[in-house]
């Protein structure tokens, strides 16, 4: 596998691939044990939100290097109808679709850096990392 994967995501299957990669990607950075599933939870979570907002996008997964540390750096990005209020949709339990609302909120607690930009009718992306320990 290179130190670098580009996954489109359009269906429930994809979210599954990604999540894969993820964690595949995550292991070559040098990250182990239970960060392997935060990775790939994280993964999941925004993959869904594509899927379900935005009907389509793609993840950019990429192992990032920051001195002696190695981790993983996702970029996820659609073209979806954004997102109107991201401080709103960043707080545990607000949905504007018929989940719990915690995918977003979630995933930046599970990743250590953490980046939503959006704007109304002009799609999503979301960087995230985490650092191998």
Do not use: C
Not at 19 to 24: S, T
Not at 46 to 72: P, S
């Amino acid at each position: 596998m290179t130190d670098e994967a580009r996954l489109r995501v359009d269906r429930d299957a994809d979210v599954v691939t990604a999540r894969q990669k993820g964690r595949e990607l995550a292991v070559l950075a040098g990250i182990s044990g239970s960060d392997l599933t935060v990775v790939a939870t994280a993964i999941s979570e925004i993959a869904r939100n594509i899927v379900v907002y935005a009907k389509r996008g793609e993840i950019v997964l990429k192992i990032a290097q920051n001195g002696h540390r190695r981790g993983v750096i996702v970029i996820a990005s659609d073209q979806g109808p954004g997102i109107a209020d991201i401080a709103m949709a960043m707080r545990d339990g607000f949905s504007t679709g018929k989940s719990l609302g915690l995918g977003l909120p979630g995933a930046r607690r599970l990743m250590d850096e953490f980046e939503i930009v959006s704007e109304p009718g002009n799609g999503v992306t979301v960087t995230m990392t985490k650092w191998s320990r």
